[in-house]
């Protein structure tokens, strides 16, 4: 595996290090989990559809894309609130 230099502000930085010792790990296995499990618009949205694809076949559930959308919504919203409170 070759390695490949970043470039960040050196606030970015800082703050990579201070959550990887906080996790007891390294900025590069911080930046290396963080690649590996945040997905690509393209993979949420094949995800999407497969995830519509199993309600709709085991549950007979049709979920439209405007009830996606709304959930995406509300998720986001209560998510916000949350790190908020933790803040």
Not at 14 to 37: P, Y
Not at 38 to 64: I, M
């Amino acid at each position: 595996m070759s390695d490949a230099m970043i470039r960040v502000p050196a606030e970015v930085r800082d703050r990579l290090a201070a959550i990887a010792e906080s996790r007891g790990t390294s900025i590069r296995s911080l930046v290396q989990e963080f690649a590996e499990s945040t997905l690509t618009e393209e993979e949420r949205r094949e995800r999407a559809e497969r995830t519509r694809a199993y309600l709709a076949e085991h549950f007979g559930v049709e979920v439209t894309d405007e009830e996606s959308a709304a959930m995406g919504r509300r998720l986001r919203e209560t998510y916000a609130r949350q790190q908020g409170a933790t803040a």
